[in-house]
């Protein structure tokens, strides 16, 4: 497939609408629908200044497409930091327009592979996913501001709607996770980590904080038993016997297929590279041949793993002389 019929591809999947893509792509070029359409089926050339206008107005990169070869794997990535809000206002933007593309899809699935629990969990509770972008900010930017503060200030950019959306959107995708018994690790050696540096200046902060973890897990439990995310929405949590050492998430959705690298605490890496997601999917297939599948098992071996979860937040809180949940 040429260039120019992969980027109106990405173009497509990045519009909200999908029905009405020739509509926005018309308006934006100038052009009448059949001369976008000639373009999409790669009768007629895209002028340079087309192209640019494409590619800026949905973020797109060339280089995605001009320079990949069989030595070279093109990502997306987008920056993000609490200095430029505006990066991560964008970041989540263009994954809740592709998470709801996807629910647009007559075919599709995500299966994640999650050596730390998918963001899209967090999503249901604004003050953990706050903690999770101040914890990355922290890391990166030392801001010297409690984490209250920053909840302050972030709070003013109104993105807990978002955060909403994004989590329904997931929750209307069919999907397939593996965890393992280290996948909580990651969040609870960050809440203890900031604990323990003072970053917290209410101890009512990381209490709510780890209430919240609780509920997120009880919510799991709950999809995981009934294999269903949303009335309808089919699930199954895996759990593999190694920790993953990666966080990766495949996404399929009419045809098309694209990998996500989790990066750091918050950000990842994106890239529809046909080789990269071959390579993706038997390492995923191998890692669900040795797994168990907990929604299929008995009810034995499930309540087994998810009260290691729930004693994983318990010894939290005990080390931290909380109230246990």
């Known amino acids: 497939m040429d260039i120019q019929k992969l980027l109106f591809e990405e173009i497509r999947s990045r519009i909200s609408n999908p029905a009405a893509w020739s509509k926005e792509i018309s308006e934006l070029l100038h052009l009448g629908r059949d001369a976008v359409y000639r373009r999409e089926r790669g009768d007629v050339q ?41 990066n991560y206002t964008q970041y989540i933007g263009q994954l809740l327009l592709q998470l709801q593309y996807m629910v647009s899809c007559e075919q599709k ?3 994640f592979c999650a050596d730390d629990v998918p963001i899209f969990h967090f999503m249901e509770f604004a003050e953990l996913t706050y903690f999770k ?26 993105l807990e709607p978002v955060f909403q959306n994004l989590h329904e959107a997931y929750c209307r995708i069919p999907s397939r996770e593996i965890w393992s018994r280290g996948t909580i690790g990651p969040i609870l050696e960050l809440l203890e980590y900031h604990h323990d540096i003072g970053s917290f200046r209410n101890q009512d902060s990381i209490g709510l904080l780890l209430e919240q973890l609780g509920h997120l897990i009880t919510n799991l ?36 297929q694209s990998v996500s690298v989790k990066l750091y605490t918050i950000n990842s890496i994106a ?33 087994h793993f998810f009260n290691h979860l729930d004693g994983c937040i318990d010894g939290l809180a005990g080390r931290l002389n909380l109230p246990q949940a």
């Open 133 to 158: 972008l101040y914890s990355w900010n922290q890391a990166v930017l030392n801001l010297g501001v409690s984490y209250e503060d920053f909840v302050y200030e972030l709070k003013k950019q109104h």
């Open 46 to 86: 895209l002028t340079v200044g087309e192209l640019e206008t494409l590619c800026r107005h949905y973020g797109i990169s060339l280089d995605r497409y001009l320079l990949s070869d069989r030595h070279n794997v093109v990502f997306k990535h987008t920056s993000l930091n609490h200095q430029d809000s505006f």
């Open 221 to 256: 439990k709950r999809r995981t038993k009934g294999q269903e995310k949303h009335e309808g929405v089919h699930f199954d949590l895996y759990l593999s016997p190694v920790n993953l050492g990666i966080s990766q998430m495949l996404c399929r959705f009419d045809g098309q």
């Open 271 to 303: 890239t529809l590279d046909m080789r990269y997601v071959t390579e993706t999917i038997d390492w995923i297939r191998g890692v669900l041949n040795k797994s168990s599948c907990l929604s299929k098992l008995s009810e034995k071996e499930r309540i």
């Open 109 to 111: 699935e995500i299966i």
